[in-house]
């Protein structure tokens, strides 16, 4: 793993754009200056785009889109950030693909850029987008995502209604079905919340706890300023799935 920061959503009520994560934000980023934005989970990408760029610029960063060039693999590879906004996660990924983004991504980033990511751009970092709660409005040639964290993030991340007649299912239960067909922790992540990647050292921040979900053990809830190693790389490497 690289340097990440990963973020459950970019509004949360109240506040304005990445507002709750602009200190973060901040910090995280340093003296880099340049970023490239992704903004291929929204449908209306020049007002997306609009949208970040004023918000980024407004925090001294040099503002590109990758569908505002003409080789964007070529502009993820020279970038010192890049930025993968939220929006349907079937779509980001169908695009990413069709784009050929996907080694340039993976590339950049072991190479030194900055990923961050809100949303779906949060859950394509991570293996696959299996843990989406989004419409397949399109789809991908396959649910193979980044893979620049092994583990799975669940954003916008809903505790169950005790008193709700709603029969659909929770959150918790769609995840446990991920579960039992797969190996792959999963976070869940609560707006407002995100999590800061340095070192190979995951940490929860942000003003709520997450809920962690491992096959075989129950659920686990971690307060914000968590270190998830212990919860995530061990049982990844039990698993073989990390060395």
Known sequence: MSRLLLIS?????????????????????GRRTRVVFVPYALHERRAYCAQAESRLRELGLEFTSVHDVSNASRKIEDSQI??????????????????SLIEPIRHAVASGA?????????IVACPSLKTTKDMPVVQPRSFEALSLVPFQISPHYL?????????????????????????????????????????DVVVLKGPHSARVFRPG????EVSSG?????????????????A
């Open 9 to 29: 959503n970019s509004t949360v009520h109240g506040r304005g754009y990445l507002d709750h994560v602009e200190d973060e934000i901040r910090d995280f980023i």
């Open 82 to 99: 890049i930025f993968v906004g939220g929006g349907n996660t079937f779509r980001l990924l169908h695009e990413l693909q069709n784009n």
């Open 159 to 199: 505790d169950p209604d005790p008193t709700s007649t709603h029969m659909g299912e929770t959150q918790e239960q769609r995840i446990l079905q991920f579960l039992e067909e797969n190996e792959e922790p999963v976070i869940g992540l609560r707006e407002g919340s995100f999590l800061r990647i340095e070192d």
């Open 217 to 220: 053990t129950p659920p686990v």
């Open 226 to 242: 968590t270190n998830l190693n212990e919860l995530l790389i061990r049982q990844l490497s039990s698993a073989g799935l990390v």
């Open 114 to 122: 900055l990923y961050i990511g809100s949303s779906a751009g949060s």
